[in-house]
């Protein structure tokens, strides 16, 4: 968030020709990119830490061992957080133009660890919606992360 608002807010005066020669800044496009990226991000970190309380609600009771469908909770709404910062990265990305395509740029690095992330197995979303669909339903699943 902070690379795009620094890319939008000190961007040259020179008016993008494509959009009729209005500043990126002055654009509402930028600012909708804007506002919803920082309510996605918002959102991925409640989700985060409610997986961490749940987490923690299950680790200081020794006498409790939970349950695959409770793991899988957990396990969904820190993928699903991660969906959301996916998307971020993404949308920002997208609106931030080719020069953030550069070696240089922090952009390209931001939107490839992004995705580096998001493509390991433990981050899969559709495999964890299927997990916890089939825990939801009362269905067996031998997931190796339960």
Known sequence: M???????????DRPMVYANDVRKLNLSSTRRVLAEASVKLESARLLADKACDLAWEIAIDSTHVPDNRARA??????VYAMQQCLQVVDSIFMDSGGSSLHERSPMQRLHRDI??????EAMHWDTMLETYGRLRLGQATTHWLL
């Open 2 to 12: 902070e690379h795009y608002e620094d890319l939008v807010l000190n961007r040259s």
């Open 73 to 78: 909770r957990i396990r969904i709404l820190g």
């Open 115 to 120: 995705h580096a992330m998001n493509m390991h």
